[in-house]
């Protein structure tokens, strides 16, 4: 069984900064492909960030330079460092994991951003 939570989230000013978490359990976090994603209200969710299990990143052009996602296999867990924070950035943060045979989903963490 694999359960992923993510941490982090909370209320920020316009040009501020964040680290999200993601813990995953279970012993296949090393191989897995890992993801953070965004929905905001009203809005579809829609993927942020994605780092493979060696370590290659890709990122949505809305965040690139802003955003950087990391992983540290020995802990399980996944980052998602976010600066420059702006108004389009709120939404409830999800992480993911895949695998060729499956994938799974945090309960999200809220990103707040507000004067």
């Known amino acids: 069984q694999v359960q992923l939570v993510e941490s982090g989230g909370g209320l920020v000013q316009p040009g501020g900064s964040l680290r999200l978490s993601c813990a995953a359990s279970?012993?296949?976090?090393?191989?897995?492909?890992m993801g953070w994603y965004r929905q905001a209200p009203g809005k579809q969710r829609e993927w942020v960030a994605i780092i493979t299990s060696g370590g290659t990143t890709n990122y949505a052009d809305s965040v690139k330079g802003r955003f950087t996602i990391a992983r540290d296999n020995v802990k399980n867990t996944m980052y998602l460092q976010m600066n420059s924070l702006e108004p389009e950035d709120p939404a409830v943060y999800y992480c993911r994991m895949t695998t060729e045979r499956r994938m799974d989903w945090g309960q999200g963490t809220q990103v707040t951003v507000s004067s």
């Open positions: 279970g012993s296949i976090f090393s191989i897995s492909t």
